[in-house]
């Protein structure tokens, strides 16, 4: 409406005529003839709606996101060309939800966060017309029920930052905890335990994309079950601590 009526102006009308046009107060074309400035066009409060579109910043909060989004994550579509993101957190880890919010915050600052008490768990929201365009593997269905690829530009980031990508993943729907294992020794039977990190996810493209990105991390991994992969070699572990780590 705001551009609109400024081309209504430039066109020659008056601020009365193009008042009487619109329908929007006098003062208010006044103001945005005056004030440009301080009218920004919304599209720039999503990096992908710029006229030259750029890449989510800060980078490694999308990359962060991204990982959350894939493995927990969900967009509906609501009235009035609004989406939803959300991300559904385990009450036991509440450091998790406050990190999963600040960086709903920092990927798409324009639009408030909110939370949803459920039971056992709570829905991290966030409302905004543009999540789709940073989101593109949204659609209809349940993700493994449809193809997840990557855009070059997503790519890029999930390259530039790879850790902050599998902690999404893992926090989201993976976990890092102690695996007992019973060995029969002549000597009796024996029981040791060791960390390791678990991811599981029902879509091959996920779990595709999350042992490339641990590829690029330097972490070994294998396939623990068709649908699940698996860190567990002590040098590999420890390497992943210093970009996931335990949930909190």
Same mark, same amino acid.
């Given at each position: 409406?705001?551009?609109?009526?400024?081309?209504?102006l430039d066109s020659g009308l008056s601020i009365r005529e193009a008042s009487r046009q619109t329908g929007v107060n006098m003062n208010t074309i006044r103001r945005w003839?005056?004030?440009?400035?301080?009218?920004?066009?919304?599209?720039?409060?999503?990096? /992908?709606?710029?006229?030259?579109?750029?890449?989510?910043?800060?980078?490694?909060?999308?990359?962060?996101?991204?990982?959350?989004?894939?493995?927990?994550?969900?967009?509906?579509?609501?009235?009035?060309?609004?989406?939803?993101?959300?991300?559904?957190?385990?009450?036991?880890?509440?450091?998790?939800?406050?990190?999963?919010?600040?960086?709903?915050?920092?990927?798409?600052?324009?639009?408030?966060?909110? /939370?949803?008490?459920?039971?056992?768990?709570?829905?991290?929201?966030?409302?905004?017309?543009?999540?789709?365009?940073?989101?593109?593997?949204?659609?209809?269905?349940?993700?493994?029920?449809?193809?997840?690829?990557?855009?070059?530009?997503q790519r890029e980031i999930v390259t530039s930052h790879p850790g902050r990508f599998v902690r999404g993943l893992i926090h989201s729907d993976g976990y890092r905890g102690?695996?007992?294992? /019973?060995?029969?020794?002549?000597?009796?039977?024996?029981?040791?335990?060791?960390?390791?990190?678990?991811?599981?996810?029902?879509?091959?493209?996920?779990?595709?994309?999350?042992?490339?990105?641990?590829?690029?991390?330097?972490?070994?991994?294998?396939?623990?079950?068709?649908?699940?992969?698996?860190?567990?070699?002590?040098?590999?572990?420890?390497?992943?601590?210093?970009?996931v780590g335990p949930k909190y």
């Amino acid at each position: 409406m705001r551009n609109r009526t400024l081309r209504l102006l430039d066109s020659g009308l008056s601020i009365r005529e193009a008042s009487r046009q619109t329908g929007v107060n006098m003062n208010t074309i006044r103001r945005w003839r005056d004030l440009p400035e301080t009218h920004p066009p919304t599209t720039r409060s999503c990096p /992908r709606c710029a006229p030259i579109p750029l890449s989510p910043t800060p980078a490694d909060s999308y990359a962060h996101l991204l990982g959350l989004y894939l493995g927990d994550g969900h967009i509906v579509h609501c009235p009035k060309g609004v989406y939803l993101l959300t991300v559904y957190c385990d009450d036991n880890w509440p450091g998790l939800i406050e990190e999963v919010a600040a960086t709903m915050a920092q990927v798409m600052p324009a639009s408030a966060v909110s /939370r949803r008490k459920r039971n056992g768990c709570t829905e991290v929201k966030s409302l905004s017309k543009h999540w789709p365009h940073l989101f593109p593997q949204h659609g209809p269905g349940k993700k493994h029920n449809r193809p997840i690829v990557l855009e070059l530009w997503q790519r890029e980031i999930v390259t530039s930052h790879p850790g902050r990508f599998v902690r999404g993943l893992i926090h989201s729907d993976g976990y890092r905890g102690m695996n007992r294992v /019973r060995r029969p020794l002549p000597s009796g039977v024996r029981w040791y335990e060791y960390p390791r990190y678990l991811f599981k996810n029902e879509s091959s493209d996920i779990l595709a994309l999350c042992g490339e990105a641990l590829d690029l991390l330097g972490v070994a991994w294998r396939f623990n079950n068709r649908n699940e992969l698996s860190v567990a070699r002590r040098e590999a572990v420890e390497l992943l601590d210093a970009y996931v780590g335990p949930k909190y």
